[in-house]
């Protein structure tokens, strides 16, 4: 019947009394608008111009770069002014491995910095704030194609992953 409480109010797990964590975040996040999202970050890829200058290589890589865009990143900085050339590259490269393959990079004077995208999941990113974010990126996107997202929905080709190939789509009849 629920676990026992501590004493400054947090509630216990019954079995190895760990405080759980039972703060509620605001609304729940819809799974509908979860499955927009990426219906969107899909219809971007499929639309996105081959005249702008980021050339994203997957649904994935284009989804961090609109999130980092849209300022939900991280930033690591590596100011090189006081390094000598190889050791700056040492360090931008073992940086730029630890952020990933999904890590956008700028520099400016003697800084180097390695944006990289936040997690979406859902016990990460509040309902309010998703909200926010995507429709952020949903500017971006209409900005970048010239296109309203809506639009870009309905005409972009459904496809759902094959999961006997890993990596593969395939269209969707339906």
Request: charged share 25%; with cysteine; proline share 5%.
């Amino acid at each position: 019947m629920g676990g026992r409480m501590s004493r400054m109010g947090d509630k216990n797990c019954p079995h190895c009394g760990g405080i759980l964590d039972e703060q509620r975040k605001g609304k729940p996040r819809s799974v509908a608008q979860h499955r927009r999202y990426f219906a969107l970050i899909r219809a971007a890829f499929y639309h996105w111009p081959d005249s702008h200058d980021f050339k994203p290589q997957s649904e994935e890589h284009l989804r961090k770069w609109l999130q980092a865009e849209a300022g939900y990143h991280t930033v690591d900085t590596v100011d090189t002014a006081d390094m000598r050339p190889d050791q700056a590259v040492a360090i931008i490269s073992s940086r730029c491995a630890k952020a990933g393959p999904h890590a956008f990079f700028k520099s400016a004077g003697s800084r180097f910095y390695i944006f990289t995208s936040n997690s979406i999941d859902f016990n990460t990113l509040p309902h309010l704030q998703a909200c926010a974010v995507f429709d952020d990126v949903a500017e971006i996107i209409e900005a970048a194609t010239g296109l309203r997202c809506d639009d870009m929905i309905k005409t972009a080709p459904r496809v759902k992953k094959d999961y006997r190939a890993p990596g593969n789509y395939i269209l969707d009849g339906t």
